[in-house]
């Protein structure tokens, strides 16, 4: 059975850091060093992580930062071999359900790469709806690529 936590810092890092590395490199082609993983991962009262588990195997990890009432996704990744069964959406629901809960967060935002139908189809499925695109933003194998920003705003009767 698949669970969703929050990343603790004293009892996670040392059992899943080199898991969440792998995945990070495993979903992208252009991934975030260890270093900034790292230190995404050290304690703070705005970055935000979860963990998605299946019997203590590490499948799927989000990034957020969280201000006030708002929370940015800065990365959600499944393991490559489990896209595609539901697990993203389980996981991004579950982050943003405790993070409205524990942290008082009503506005989502993110972007997401133009070109990954399968995210922003994710995405939409979940509430979120584009809102803008911010051009040439991420690095593509031939230049650069536009990033599509997306929001998803709990009322007060939803939060």
Not at 22 to 46: D, G, H, K, M
Request: aromatic share 12%; hydrophobic share 40%; glycine share 6%.
């Amino acid at each position: 059975m698949q669970t969703v936590r929050e990343f603790d810092y004293e009892r996670d890092m040392e059992k899943f850091f080199n898991r969440i590395v792998w995945i990070e490199n495993a979903c992208y082609r252009f991934p975030w060093p260890r270093q900034v993983i790292s230190e995404t991962l050290e304690p703070s009262p705005v970055r935000k992580c979860f963990l998605l588990l299946e019997d203590d195997v590490l499948n799927g990890v989000s990034f957020y930062d969280a201000v006030l009432d708002e929370a940015t996704l800065n990365k959600h990744s499944i393991i490559p071999e489990r896209q595609g069964r539901g697990l993203g959406g389980l996981l991004l629901r579950e982050g943003m359900s405790m993070l409205r809960e524990k942290y008082g967060i009503r506005r989502f935002y993110l972007d997401v790469r133009e070109s990954n139908i399968p995210a922003r189809r994710l995405y939409a499925s979940q509430g979120f709806i584009e809102s803008g695109i911010r051009k040439n933003y991420y690095h593509a194998p031939h230049g650069f690529e536009n990033a599509v920003l997306m929001e998803r705003i709990f009322s007060a009767e939803e939060a």
